[in-house]
């Protein structure tokens, strides 16, 4: 049974900084491109960064870039997502994903995390 376990959400003021953690187990992680996506209430489900299997390639959306970093640990089976300067625009359910694929863009994950709210407040 795969299964991606997220954490590190929570409450931070405008400006400050979160790291989210994703921790898989079921499948053989370093096969996996993992990617965050993040839906705020009343949007849909958004990109916000993926990397390769081998950490070598990262892909960002426009609104993250330069903020957000994305990094993985295949000897621990656990992807990253460092957030710096945190906007209130932010503030979403942050979603980890996995996808046997060879690049770094993910747009039909084979699995998703439970998620994690992130809530930034101005």
């Known amino acids: 049974q795969v299964r991606l376990v997220e954490s590190g959400g929570g409450l931070v003021q405008a400006g400050g900084s979160l790291r989210l953690s994703c921790a898989a187990s079921?499948?053989?992680?370093?096969?996996?491109?993992m990617g965050w996506f993040r839906q705020a209430p009343g949007k849909e489900r958004e990109f916000v960064a993926a990397?390769?299997?081998?950490?070598?390639?990262?892909n960002y959306a426009d609104s993250v870039k330069g903020r957000f970093t994305i990094s993985r640990d295949n000897a621990k089976n656990t992807v990253y997502l460092q957030m710096n300067f945190l906007k209130p625009d932010d503030t979403a359910v942050y979603y980890c994903?996995?996808?046997?694929?060879?690049?770094?863009?993910?747009?039909?994950?084979?699995?998703w995390g439970q998620g994690t709210q992130v809530t930034v407040s101005a």
């Open positions: 994903a996995a996808a046997r694929l060879v690049g770094v863009v993910i747009t039909a994950p084979d699995y």
């Open positions: 079921g499948l053989t992680f370093s096969r996996y491109a």
């Open positions: 990397i390769t299997w081998s950490g070598g390639n990262t």
